[in-house]
């Protein structure tokens, strides 16, 4: 059978949720989201978790702290946690070798230390990247305290994966409120507000430069590339007023990687091969929040428009050749 390799399938540690806990933003309000038999899937790193696995026809997960993971923690804290985070990373995938592969969590409210355990994560430990949750606090991604981060990555040929996270208050107070706190929490998080977030995330990396300074980075977008790759024609138009060294859909085609995020749309599927190419798209199921019974992103797959070739590009192909790219030493 086709072998799928699921990237963005997440955990979370206790020690994250108490921190979590004691922050006054701590997740922002989505905790909610982390309870009951999510909660308890987002916990288990063994049997439970292959068992499901085994079930939706799954057969590698890239492990990785789910949002807002330690980008609103206070900063010494944050580098203790994620050094344990990516040790018991390491550990699970030590023992499950043939199942796990991970993705290091940074301590982003601590630049210069982010760039130093993703350094660690991936040299020392055999860490695939990052999973990076955009913006930490007040500073959006493309702020300048994080190249040293940019250029670790860039250097190591590690890709950095930006997954949504909450918008700022002031953000949500215009936009996502007025219908009540339990709807504008969902509307703000996984109904829309996500999705915007991350993906303004990126175009602001474009805007900012960060693919001209380094140009071997790269970026991974989940949910078919978070609204902006829908409106790439209309973003192109920006051209007009940068002082960019490519134009704009040069830096979604040369830079960018995007995964379904257990989104099953085959429309989303073509614009995303119209967009990035056949080479460019990675298989994930969102574990375990779009988590099904049944095989859906296997059939998913299989039921594709795509050559044969294509599905086993879609399917692991392309998240093993660009694992084959990255520097150890």
Same mark, same amino acid.
């Given at each position: ?12 540690? +206790? ?5 979590? +806990? ?23 790193? +063994? ?26 923690? @206070? ?39 982010? +760039? ?12 695939? #990247? ?24 860039? &250097? ?15 953000? &949500?107070?215009? !936009? !996502? /409120? ?17 999705? !915007? ?27 078919? #590339?978070?609204?902006?790759?829908? !409106? ?7 051209? &007009? ?9 040069? $830096? ?8 379904? /995020?257990?989104?099953?749309?085959? /429309? ?5 091969? @119209? ?11 969102? $574990? ?9 992103? &296997?059939?998913?797959?299989? @039921? ?26």
């Amino acid at each position: 059978m086709m072998k799928l390799i699921g990237i963005e399938e997440h955990f979370v540690t +206790a020690d994250i949720r108490a921190a979590w +806990a004691a922050s006054a933003i701590g997740e922002e309000g989505t905790g909610g989201f982390e309870r009951g038999e999510i909660g308890e899937r987002l916990d288990n790193l +063994a049997e439970q978790r292959l068992a499901l696995m085994d079930e939706s026809g799954v057969d590698v997960q890239v492990l990785s702290v789910t949002t807002p993971a330690l980008h609103n923690l @206070e900063p010494e804290e944050s580098v203790t946690l994620a050094r344990r985070t990516n040790d018991l990373v390491a550990e699970t995938v030590a023992k499950y070798p043939t199942r796990f592969q991970g993705f290091a969590t940074l301590p982003t409210a601590s630049p210069e230390d982010a +760039a130093t355990e993703l350094e660690r994560s991936v040299t020392h430990l055999a860490l695939m #990247g990052s999973m990076l949750c955009g913006r930490t606090r007040e500073k959006n991604l493309d702020h300048p305290d994080f190249f040293p981060m940019f250029e670790t990555a860039a &250097r190591l040929r590690v890709p950095l994966f930006i997954h949504p996270q909450i918008p700022q208050r002031a953000v &949500r107070d215009v !936009y !996502y /409120s007025g219908f009540g706190n339990q709807i504008d929490t969902a509307f703000a998080a996984f109904g829309l507000g996500w999705h !915007y977030e991350a993906g303004i995330q990126f175009v602001r990396l474009i805007l900012a430069g960060v693919f001209d300074r380094y140009p071997d980075l790269q970026i991974i977008l989940g949910h078919w #590339g978070e609204v902006v790759l829908f !409106y790439l024609e209309r973003l192109g138009s920006l051209a &007009r007023v940068t002082n960019l060294q490519r134009p704009v859909a040069d $830096y979604f085609k040369q830079n960018l990687y995007v995964t379904p /995020s257990g989104m099953w749309s085959q /429309s989303y599927l073509q614009r995303t091969f @119209e967009v990035v190419g056949h080479e460019r798209i990675l298989f994930s199921t969102d $574990y375990p929040y779009q988590y099904r019974p049944g095989k859906p992103g &296997r059939l998913f797959v299989e @039921e594709a428009a795509l050559s044969p070739e294509q599905k086993e590009l879609f399917a692991h192909g392309n998240w093993e050749r660009l694992m084959k790219s990255v520097c150890r030493s």
